[in-house]
């Protein structure tokens, strides 16, 4: 029993470390060798002092003797049994060596990780997950030492040990931990053709959904479309949910500009999902639109925990290309509660037809990594300085990512071998525009793909304000790939000037924009002078866990 304690504390130290030194590569013969770091060196000190458990349990000394006739009293059933009877010596040496170590190391090692990292899920259970195992390895050794003086209540250890695991499930309960902490970016991409005139959203939580719901309607209105919200629940929750998320619900209903309709109105049989009334109804709602004069029409349809068999009629139903317009004047919006459709083959299906997003895949994956919440950024104009070294590619994926979470386009400016090239079909709908030398004029290469000419300011001021005008009633993100090469090709005093205009015609705060600086290829002066035009500095340096926010302003409006 001991030794497999021991076993146990031994991974437990080796789990630690490795989440200590993550992303770093990680041996046992790396660790093992000789060495100067501190983490190395502690590691080995916490395996010598196992080690030298092991060597007092099996080598026979009268500091480890064990009374095999040794009986304890059971309060829970009121009468003696055997036990084994540990001496109270060889208890404080095996704290001294073990438990002592146990609790120590591996606190220190999360809480030194906790200190690094800034995303408040990963920082509470790191925190959780340290404190408990301490918990526990110090409830099992004073348990065992009451057992030695002859009052057996190690079963109520067990169960108290079982309840702080239960806390630990807790901490971890979240999908979303390991890949926050791991840095893994969600993707939205399709595994066949697009239709970017239908999304289908999963949602964890009712509370959840209300924000990309509101931001759907309220783009809709603000476009002059006509938006249908077909509503699952109660009504007025639904309608005290949307005011409390910037719909002004009873404006727009009296204005027209939306009706909110229950469900049941568009499917009205149990057989829903091959009911041909359903394109009738939506068919009428378009006619009625395009009567109005309306921009188009816009449809959200939410089927909370409904899900309808067979399981791939209904996808059939749901990804019917009758549901859009060649000309794009429908847009729908689906949503499901995620244990409605977490089937595999469905997920499947789906994505192979439409754009899925999943509300708990991170969708903050970016903003978290900062300390920061996504709405703490929206609308923000940051600048990103970058070591060519750092692991720049991820950061640019995790920003995108977020916006495409949270109902935002991404326009991207960049050049053929800028950072932000490889953006480039990475979600739905990301519009770029690539700075190239071959072109003298604005030129279309293909759906969301621009030619500029890499060499006129003016332009590229223009392409920027036309991408403004177009999404004028929508959030949306841009990234500016990059300053540094505005410097080096029209010189610091012109490029400072693109950059203010820029940031002058972005100046909305339905529009969150990121630029990028190259570290190593600026003075100080020079990254100061560029600094001053933004709200938010980031720093991304080669090893860092995380990006270092420089500076915050105005982080509260």
Known sequence: MITASLGIAVLWGHLATRLYVYPEPYSIRGFLGFSRKSDHLLFQLYLSLMIAALLVTWVPSPLAQINPTFSAYYPLDGGP???VGYQLSYLGLMAALVVVPFVVYPNFVLFRLRSQLKDREVRYALRTFAVVF???SGLILGFHAIGAIGLSVIGLANFLDVVLLTVVVRAFRKPSFLKAFLGVVPS?????????DQLVILYSNQTQKYGPFSRFIVEGVNRGQQVV???HGNEGLVNDQFEKNGVNVSSEILRGTLRLLPLQSLYQHHGYYDEPSDFGIMKQLEGEARSQGKEGLRVLLDYGDIMRQPLRKLV??????RWTRPDHFVNILMAFEKEAINNPEALALFKGSVQVLDLAETPEVFSRALGLTHYQITGKKILLEYDPLSDLDKMLKAFVAEAASNLERTVVFTRTDGPARSLAG????????????????PSIEKENLVLLPAYDSSLILDSLDKTIETYAAAHFAVIFDDITHMVFMLGQERAYGLVRQALELIGSDKVTAIFLLNLK???HKTI????????IEIESKPGARVPEVRRKVSMAS
């Open 81 to 83: 049994y055997p036990a």
């Open 134 to 136: 301490g918990a526990i």
């Open 188 to 196: 939205f991409v399709s595994s066949g053709a697009v239709r970017e």
């Open 229 to 231: 919200c077909f509503y």
């Open 316 to 321: 059939e139903h749901l990804t019917d290309t």
């Open 426 to 441: 990475s979600e739905p709908g990301l519009k770029m525009l690539l700075l190239t030398t071959r072109v003298s004029k």
């Open 521 to 523: 290829a600026h003075d």
């Open 528 to 535: 100061s002078n560029f600094e001053s035009l933004f709200d």
